[in-house]
């Protein structure tokens, strides 16, 4: 299960009540789709969709060692869900680098895939104040008459809504940062032109280093997403803990984590 690190009714339920351990906490990032669209440099980058057997061999390559890596990756890529597997880089590496069938990575690159929570579930936010709704909405009608002024504006967020979730972020070289971000706002765009949703999101380890290059809205996004896992085995006696030494099996539960990335599986999310 998965909850706020501030919601103390929860996590006391499932660590005191039903005996979950606290085991990893992540961190969400929102970022709002706006009325105009965010800016990227059309004649220094290239975006490129790529298909999902290089998207698999690439993850592969990438992830192998990150905690979480879904042995079926193929099978989330090639969902009907998964709006495309994408790559940021310079444009002059697109010499040395084929998008549709070559695993050999360029120097400078970001890359994420998007799910379409939008046909799975839908969100709505309801008990705001008058003030609050108005504003909202003149931000949103102003931002759309004017454009160029870059509002950032609040979607529609008081009747139901879809997010774009990101997964399987990664960057590379010295341009890695300002590719992810130009990838991220290319992934608002494509949400924006989607009917009903309102928001990007993706989910990231806390020591992941891709973090700094996501943009978000601090207010909107979680600093600790807590996940709390339950060992599902029989016990020798109800109440008894599981350890390494009791049946041989290594204790993963308690284990610190191996890694600074985790893959979060946008089946979970």
């Not at 991220?184 to 990007?200: P, S, Y």
Request: charge should be positive.
């Amino acid at each position: 299960m998965a909850t706020d690190c501030t919601n103390e009714a929860s996590i006391n339920l499932f660590t005191i009540k039903c005996a979950y351990q606290k085991f990893r906490t992540p961190t969400i990032l929102v970022q709002p789709v706006h009325a105009h669209k965010k800016p990227i440099s059309s004649t220094k980058i290239a975006i490129v969709q790529l298909p999902a057997k290089l998207a698999e061999s690439i993850y592969c390559q990438l992830f192998a060692q990150s905690e979480f890596f879904p042995k079926d990756i193929h099978t989330i890529l090639s969902s009907h869900l998964n709006l495309g597997t994408f790559m940021a880089l310079p444009k002059k590496s697109l010499l040395q680098f084929d998008p549709q069938r070559d695993t050999t990575l360029p120097t400078n690159f970001a890359i994420l895939s998007v799910w379409n929570t939008k046909e799975v579930f839908k969100l709505q936010v309801k008990g705001v104040s008058s003030l609050t709704y108005a504003c909202c909405v003149g931000a949103r009608v102003l931002d759309a008459w004017l454009p160029w002024l870059r509002l950032p504006s609040f979607p529609n967020v008081f009747k139901q809504f879809g997010v774009h979730f990101m997964y399987g972020l990664h960057r590379e070289g010295k341009n890695g940062n300002w590719l992810m971000k130009a990838l991220c706002n290319f992934v608002h765009n494509m949400a924006r032109e989607d009917d009903g949703c309102a928001a990007v999101v993706t989910e990231v380890s806390q020591r992941d280093p891709v973090r700094e290059a996501i943009p978000h809205w601090r207010k909107l996004s979680w600093e600790e997403d807590m996940w709390c896992v339950k060992k599902l085995a029989d016990q020798a006696k109800q109440g008894e803990k599981t350890t390494s030494s009791d049946d041989g099996q290594f204790d993963w539960i308690n284990t610190r984590s191996s890694s600074s990335v985790v893959f979060v599986d946008p089946r979970d999310f």
